[in-house]
């Protein structure tokens, strides 16, 4: 791997570890675990080679993960009270969402799909999702 290849590779590794602690802040399960899976993911590349195009394709795959980390996912809370997962999302999530993906949740962790679980088997059903986008408008879904 060349000087200025290891470079790029170090720097990727750097934005996505800042772009993990802004999506996780807060959460120090989620930082540590994150923290975790890039430094195993890294180390496992650590000493990859072969054509250009692949060493091009690692280092693209850097990019995409970081857009998916800033733009491609939003933290909801579950609010057991009113059955309500409450996302708040901001102009660089809302432009990037149709009507369709606006109001469907995926559990990041089984730990949290157990929690949405266990919060509809309580009588309530499956939460709904409540969006509170960047102008400071709610729409719950």
């Known amino acids: 791997m060349s000087a200025s290849t290891a470079l790029r590779a170090l720097s990727g590794y750097r934005r996505l570890l800042r772009a993990r602690s802004k999506l996780f802040a807060g959460d120090e399960r989620a930082l540590r675990e994150s923290a975790a899976a890039l430094r195993a993911e890294f180390e496992k590349n650590r000493l990859a080679s072969g054509p250009p195009e692949h060493i091009e394709g690692l280092l693209g795959m850097i990019d995409e993960a970081e857009d998916m980390l800033l733009h491609g996912i939003v933290r909801g809370e579950l609010n057991k009270e009113r059955n309500v997962v ?32 266990a919060s509809s088997s309580g009588g309530g059903g499956k939460p709904t999702v409540e969006i509170t986008k960047g102008g400071g408008s709610s729409s719950g879904r």
């Open 86 to 117: 409450e996302v708040k999302i901001g102009p660089e999530h809302e432009r990037r969402m149709d009507e369709s993906t606006l109001t469907h949740v995926d559990p990041i962790t089984s730990e949290t799909g157990e929690r949405m679980d």
